[in-house]
């Protein structure tokens, strides 16, 4: 199994911009479509953006496009979540998440491996 971990959270204020990193060891990288994922008190947790093994597929949930970038680097075992244009309601903890699969990866249920979590706060 692979194993996770999320790193570039913390504090913003609404319109300003995060990173977030999620380092992947254990197997090989490159073989797992990478996610990631967000949940907010009180709320259900939702996919955020997903990512092919080889980086040639994307996707986003709406309210993201446009203002979210996810990328990958195979060499460097790590997947990232550009945040730009950052807003109150983007405040969560966000997850990265692993599976074999690309389409695993988007129905969010019994995926290969999560992270611990990075809190983004957004302030108004």
């Known amino acids: 199994q692979v194993q996770l971990v999320e790193s570039g959270g913390g504090l913003v204020q609404a319109g300003g911009s995060l990173r977030l990193s999620c380092a992947a060891s254990g197997r090989t990288f490159s073989n797992y479509a990478m996610g990631w994922f967000r949940q907010a008190p009180g709320k259900e947790r939702e996919l955020v953006a997903a990512i092919s093994w080889s980086g040639g597929n994307t996707v986003y949930r709406h309210s993201v496009t446009g203002r979210f970038t996810i990328s990958r680097d195979n060499a460097k075992n790590t997947v990232y979540l550009q945040m730009n244009s950052l807003r109150p309601e983007d405040t969560a903890v966000y997850h990265c998440?692993?599976?074999?699969?690309?389409?695993?990866?988007?129905?969010?249920?019994?995926?290969?491996?999560w992270g611990q979590g990075t809190l983004v706060t957004v302030s108004s």
């Open positions: 998440a692993a599976d074999p699969r690309l389409d695993t990866i988007l129905s969010g249920n019994a995926l290969d491996a």
